[in-house]
């Protein structure tokens, strides 16, 4: 059974640092690895999607990456600011499923 | 365009009692999926549906649990005789298409209290 897992659970950091997230899973069969935010009392908000043949994602200060073979993904938060305080949790599917593996979550906060 | 809606947003419920949690999912998506998601705990999969028809159920806790989508669009999750453990954050989210290559995009959940 597929296990993801998230370090850290919880990070508080000031704001314009750099951070890394980190996803890790058990089962390296992956199809693909979905980062989310969760905003206090509120659904997911998809941030990046990668796809198992792919090594990374970009969107804007955001950065995905994947190594299916060490069971790890990364994502990297340039230049943090206070308006990305929120729960970041990464799903990953199997090969051939639709049903999603969702990581407890890392939550961030940005202080001023 | 308009999201995936969950309502209500908030539902408290007396222990026994029976609730009904409506999704609507964004127009034309052919995927809906239902979560369930506890206090600090990443969303677990209840339940997938491909247009009308329901083709995973393994998520279901237990036969109290009932879901439908009988015209491939609304879906309605219900719970029968409601008890403590089923507080939690239920989501809803909905596909463009069949399969786990895309992403989905969530609702904001209906919060569900037993008290």
């Known amino acids: 059974k597929q296990e993801v897992t998230q370090i850290p659970a919880a990070l508080s950091v000031p704001e314009g640092e750099n951070l890394v997230l980190n996803c890790s899973f058990t089962?390296?069969?992956?199809?693909?690895l979905q980062w989310f935010r969760q905003d206090p009392g509120k659904g997911l908000t998809s941030l990046l999607l990668?796809?198992?043949?792919?090594r990374e994602q970009t969107s804007g200060r955001l950065n995905a990456s994947l190594d299916k073979s060490s069971g790890r993904s990364t994502l990297y938060i340039a230049a943090s600011q206070p308006g990305d305080s929120a729960t970041y949790l990464c799903?990953?599917?199997?090969?051939?499923?639709?049903?999603?593996?969702f990581g407890r979550g890392t939550s961030l906060i940005v202080h001023p | 365009g308009a999201g995936v809606s969950q309502s209500p947003r908030y539902k408290v419920a007396k222990r026994g009692q029976d609730v009904a949690l409506r999704c609507d999912p964004i127009?034309?998506?052919?995927?809906l999926f239902w979560y369930q998601q506890a206090l600090g705990q990443g969303p677990e999969f209840l339940t997938y549906?491909?247009?009308?028809?329901?083709?995973?159920k393994s998520g279901l806790p237990s036969d109290r649990f009932f879901a439908e989508r009988p015209e491939g669009s609304v879906s309605t999750l219900k719970i029968q005789r409601t008890q403590q453990e089923d507080s939690a954050v239920y989501l809803c989210?909905?596909?463009?298409?069949?399969?786990?290559?895309?992403?989905?995009?969530f609702g904001p959940g209906t919060r569900l209290t037993v008290t």
């Open positions: 989210a909905s596909s463009p298409i069949a399969g786990a290559s895309y992403e989905q995009y």
């Open positions: 089962d390296s069969a992956i199809y693909n």
């Open positions: 990668i796809q198992s043949s792919q």
């Open positions: 799903a990953v599917r199997q090969g051939g499923s639709y049903i999603p593996t």
């Open positions: 127009s034309g998506h052919v995927s």
């Open positions: 549906f491909q247009n009308e028809a329901q083709l995973d």
